[in-house]
């Protein structure tokens, strides 16, 4: 077998893999043997799941071959399967490096917008949020964990060597562009109630749950519009009425990224600062050739970030626009001052700090 016939057979191997594991992931079967904590049969682990014995059977034989699970083969009886706690780190809820989560997002995106990408390669279009149901509340699953895990404890502290924080427990007018569901926002609204925040974002069913959950935890300190943030530039309401901006992997999904960025610098007042978090990438493919997840990036790119982007005859960045590109976007809409800060918590976004001059007339 040549050297890429091997290749082949791996692609079609990890895929495969990949599904599965997906599906043991959401059904929480890796959580369920964890917790088993040894050796156990098909019908112990179906018990302690709450699941099918059949489906569960076919499952592992898949997590067996694939060497996720080990199988302990017993002539005289029933086999046993057994979750290595090496494995256990990276696969379940309660693993520190959680990387089990990630293996639903493909295919999801898959289920979501497969027609429509095979289309778009044919008419250039681009591809409506309303495609992705499914997909928006997973993004707010994995950013619910993400920030719950470091923001308030680790990124915020960090910002500007720890002066934001004294400023947001003193109080500031606080923005996030892109709030999504308001996961983020609401967890610095609760840290920090001396300061307020106004969370944008473009989608309807998005803000309404943003502030649906803001009510829940009886926040009196948020608001939320339905705001696209390319027409944010030059609106009075707005102008110079933030002290810290934020965005967290929220701009390279805008349609007229460059326009949003405009409207964030004509936000800020003086002396105000300004938090791009977006992945730490090469703006030319040939620089992301080492990246270790690379394939996996510009896949979730093609089937979401990019066709988003090119909704409203926008220009379709991509998750891996790169850093080069982001600076340069960053210059044209204004910012002089650009910190780029790589983040021991999250190996695999920047951290653009951007401030406005506090003299600004």
């Not at 959950?213 to 309401?237: F, P, Q, S």
């Not at 090469?282 to 093609?302: I, K, M």
Request: with cysteine; net charge negative; glycine share 10%.
């Amino acid at each position: 077998m040549s050297d890429f016939a091997k290749r082949m057979t791996e692609i079609l191997n990890h895929g495969a893999l990949n599904l599965a594991m997906a599906i043991g992931y959401k059904n929480r079967i890796f959580d369920a043997l964890e917790d088993l904590g040894g050796p156990a049969t098909v019908a112990e682990i179906a018990s302690a799941a709450g699941l099918d014995s059949r489906y569960l059977q076919e499952w592992l034989g898949v997590m067996a071959t694939g060497r996720i699970v080990e199988i302990f083969n017993n002539p005289a009886g029933e086999d046993t399967y057994f979750l290595p706690p090496e494995h256990a780190s990276f696969l379940t809820r309660r693993a520190a490096a959680n990387l089990g989560v990630y293996t639903q997002e493909i295919p999801l995106l898959t289920a979501c917008a497969m027609e429509a990408v095979n289309g778009g390669f044919l008419t250039g279009a681009g591809i409506p949020f309303s495609r992705y149901p499914d997909f928006q509340g997973f993004m707010a699953e994995l950013s619910d964990a993400k920030h719950q895990e470091v923001l308030i404890d680790r990124f915020l502290p960090g910002v500007d060597q720890g002066r934001l924080l004294a400023r947001l427990k003193a109080g500031i007018r606080v923005c996030d562009l892109g709030c999504g569901h308001g996961v983020a926002m609401n967890l610095m609204a609760a840290a920090f109630p001396n300061s307020t925040f106004t969370g944008i974002d473009n989608h309807g069913e998005a803000i309404g749950r943003a502030a649906g959950a803001a009510c829940e935890m009886g926040l009196a300190n948020t608001v939320y519009r339905i705001l696209d943030a390319a027409t944010l530039h030059g609106k009075k309401e707005f102008g110079r009425s933030f002290d810290y901006i934020c965005a967290f992997d929220a701009i390279h999904d805008q349609s007229h990224p460059l326009e949003a960025l405009r409207g964030i610098r004509s936000m800020l007042a003086p002396g105000g600062m300004f938090s791009m978090i977006d992945i730490k990438a090469g703006s030319r493919q040939a620089d992301n050739l080492d990246h270790p997840l690379g394939p996996f990036l510009y896949t979730v790119s093609l089937m979401h970030c990019m066709p988003i982007g090119l909704n409203d005859h926008g220009v379709g960045l991509g998750m891996m626009w790169g850093r080069e590109k982001a600076e340069a976007l960053l210059r044209a809409a204004g910012f002089d001052h650009i910190e780029i800060n790589e983040m021991d918590h999250d190996p695999f976004n920047l951290h653009y700090l951007c401030k406005a001059p506090s003299g600004e007339a």
